[in-house]
């Protein structure tokens, strides 16, 4: 490497903008805690510990903001200018830079920019031997091909994104800013090309880095979730209430009364003294007098580690139900230990564990049952199996809230609550705090959630009360607490045949902020759906538009736009993909069936007309097909029974009898009444089929039905032939007005 113009652990140069004492997070305007150390602008880590407001879902995370990584010493003075001017933009507008930011950094994020200059700086000052170059000392020399030498070195995504924003942020800053240091003037990386563009990041307005999960897996994973918080979890509950009855001081009252000593006198101990207390010794003299009392087996050792040294007994859970002690009480003192031996002989050992029952998990694909576990439990092994059961929890609420983890780790024991909003009718509300796009310390927002959601954060609630724990989730720890839920749930899979096992991370790289995308996929692609066989995805939208409850819902008019964008995808291939099957001659049924063909048909001819005849294997491209259908047959929506062509309002059956509706109302159908034996703007189609089939046995076996009121059966049977109609051009295969051979292929 190529000496530096100062040693590494040289003293940064002072500023000649900020005095080496100036206090930043009081300059920040920041609220902060009592205590806490607070950095002053000269050292060369910043503690930002202080700041009472830090978000819960950034816990865990280092709050030391490392200026000393970077190798110059000069450079460590150009970033701390530029630190302190992004978490405070006032200096931005009074020296009226144009592109300063006009809203502070958030100063959980204030790390990731640090790091990435400092990436930078380091890559200038010590060039990798490949590069072909000595180092840049000084700013002034800085160029576009250093930024695009150490672009490509990054190859993580999220990385280079970093890079070219704060790489640009840090010029937009300079010309307020050569206190130490200097770019030259005018020179912006990369000019006006976008980050993403910069970054070769090929995205659709709208879309995000955020992966969604496949379908297959988000099923398996929120199945899994919900077998264990709605059979595991009250299992442990269980078990967690019987050890804490355990642990409790059994024999306290008995020691505490004169007559139960010799000579009427109560031993005196040191006070804090635990095994060796006089309490303790009545505590295993009384337990051990039960045992050969009632000719009880001894409990059984729930794990191998211990078994050899402790013969086969459970110590542990022997001490607990002496009163709350642990197994030293024994290992500790001989005598004592003698006498449990002398029992084991007697009585021998039993099952041991807890006498909590284990409940069976059944599989949704097979209808196997089986235990979900195969012996009792510890009251040793609670603590991680009720840290998977919280897994769950989060899981669930992640998955079908649409709540970001932000927003999740804001979540306290008392957020849930219901509300009536009208006689008879509650939902069930959560207040938390929204943190993306707010100020420091976020604002407070409420959202609407459906039942599932509601037992999952009750469980959460009790479980992190046997924990003592503060607040509900965790969010930033959610990787290794994934791998210990998968881990455990596909150990249960490998025993009970029929149930799914969920990925490992090294099978798909699961995050929580891939759920809440995924959900808005699932919404806008299967509104009519279910997840994992259980939860109904209706009742989802409902809820999640509903959405947050407020004067301002922003971050649900986000998630309620991604979730039309996903609609829109869905609609705009289901319309191309119903086209080409009515071009290849399947049937479609329905009152709107023949309009609907005559439709297809002008749209076969226009395409015809544009683009020409085309050979028998090559097809017009999706993009064309989708645009001429939208002119001429108007939005397809997706009814329960049928697909919905909404054209004209007047002529939808679901909008009849509305003479006080709305434009806006009049905009959309509304497709729950919907009525497709009616409707000349609804089609059925072989996708369809198996419903219609299934009411018309229905109504054949009503209709015979000897006991069916005489009044009855000419409305059934007048419904019975509408139903009819659809069914049997389904059943005979018939194609509505067929395109002439060749036409459109």
Not at 58 to 71: M, P, R, S, V
Not at 134 to 143: D, K, M, T, Y
């Amino acid at each position: 490497m190529t000496a530096l113009p100062l040693p590494r652990g040289a003293t940064s140069p002072p500023s000649a903008l900020f005095p080496p004492g100036l206090d930043v997070l009081a300059q920040c305007g920041y609220q902060l805690l009592e205590g806490r150390p607070r950095p002053a602008f000269g050292d060369d880590r910043w503690s930002l510990a202080a700041i009472r407001d830090w978000p819960k879902f950034k816990d865990g995370i280092d709050q030391t903001i490392d200026f000393a990584a970077i190798h110059n010493p000069v450079w460590r003075t150009v970033a701390k200018e530029f630190a302190l001017c992004l978490l405070q933009p006032q200096y931005g507008i009074e020296w009226q830079l144009e592109r300063a930011r006009r809203e502070p950094l958030g100063p959980h994020v204030l790390a990731n920019h640090v790091r990435a200059l400092t990436r930078f700086f380091n890559f200038l000052s010590d060039p990798p031997e490949e590069a072909g170059r000595g180092p840049v000392l000084s700013l002034a020399r800085l160029a576009q091909a250093h930024c695009d030498a150490h672009l490509a070195t990054l190859t993580n995504m999220n990385w280079r994104l970093t890079f070219v924003a704060v790489a640009r942020l840090l010029l937009d800053y300079q010309p307020a800013l050569p206190s130490v240091d200097a770019v030259p003037t005018n020179f912006r990386p990369w000019g006006r090309e976008s980050a993403s563009a910069v970054c070769g990041q090929v995205w659709n307005v709208g879309e995000t880095l955020t992966e969604e999960i496949p379908r297959e897996l988000f099923g398996a994973i929120v199945g899994a979730a919900l077998n264990v918080v709605n059979v595991i979890g009250p299992d442990l509950l269980g078990a967690a209430d019987e050890s804490r009855r355990l642990k409790e001081p059994r024999y306290k009252d008995e020691c505490q009364r004169p007559e139960n000593w010799p000579g009427g006198v109560i031993p005196a101990f040191r006070r804090g003294e635990n095994a060796g207390s006089a309490y303790g010794e009545h505590a295993v003299a009384r337990l051990l007098e039960e045992l050969r009392a009632t000719g009880e087996p001894l409990p059984a050792v729930m794990w191998s580690k211990a078994g050899e040294s402790w013969h086969g007994v459970n110590l542990s859970l022997l001490a607990a139900r002496a009163g709350g002690y642990t197994a030293g009480i024994f290992e500790n003192n001989p005598e004592r230990w003698a006498q449990v031996l002398a029992v084991k002989d007697e009585f021998g050992v039993g099952g041991g564990g807890l006498s909590t029952p284990i409940s069976h998990v059944t599989s949704d694909v097979t209808g196997a049952a089986g235990p979900w576990r195969t012996s009792s439990l510890g009251p040793q092994e609670l603590e991680p199996l009720l840290g998977v059961v919280h897994t769950a929890c989060l899981i669930i609420v992640a998955a079908v809230s649409g709540m970001r983890a932000s927003e999740m780790a804001e979540l306290t024991d008392d957020s849930l609550f219901e509300e009536e909003i009208a006689p008879g009718i509650s939902r069930y509300r959560v207040r938390s705090i929204l943190i993306k796009g707010q100020p420091l310390g976020g604002r407070r927002e409420t959202w609407t959630v459906i039942e599932e959601v509601k037992a999952a954060l009750d469980l959460a609630a009790r479980v992190q009360h046997v924990h003592g724990a503060r607040g509900l989730f965790r969010t930033a720890s959610f990787a290794g607490r994934y791998d210990r839920f998968a881990a455990f749930w596909n150990d249960i899979c490998a025993r009970v045949d029929g149930l799914v096992p969920v990925p490992t991370r090294a099978e798909w790289p699961l995050s929580l902020r891939q759920f809440r995308k995924t959900l808005a996929r699932e919404l806008g692609w299967r509104e009519n759906g279910v997840i994992a066989g259980k939860l109904h995805l209706k009742h989802v939208s409902i809820a999640t538009t509903e959405g947050y409850q407020g004067s301002f819902g922003s971050s649900v008019q986000e998630f309620r736009r991604l979730v039309q964008k996903h609609r829109e995808d869905f609609t705009a291939q289901l319309s191309v993909e119903t086209y080409r099957a009515w071009e290849a001659g399947e049937p479609m049924s329905g009152p709107g069936a023949k309009p609907q063909a005559r439709i297809f048909a002008r749209v076969q001819a226009e395409l015809q007309a544009i683009l020409g005849p085309l050979p028998g294997a090559v097809r017009q491209r999706d993009e064309d097909v989708h645009a001429a259908l939208r002119r001429h047959a108007g939005q397809l929506y997706v009814a329960p029974l049928n697909l919905c062509w909404y054209r004209d309002p007047s002529l939808a059956r679901c909008q009849m009898n509305r003479p006080d509706a709305t434009p806006q109302e009049l905009s959309v159908p509304r497709t729950p009444r919907c009525e497709p034996t009616l409707c000349g703007q609804a089609t059925v189609h072989p996708a369809n089929a198996p419903v219609w089939i299934g009411k018309e046995r229905h109504l054949t076996v009503l209709i015979e039905d000897p006991s069916l009121p005489g009044g009855e059966r000419p409305r059934l049977e007048q419904e019975l032939q509408r139903v009819r109609r659809v069914t049997e051009p389904l059943s005979r295969g018939e194609a509505v007005h067929p395109p002439s051979p060749g036409g459109g292929r």
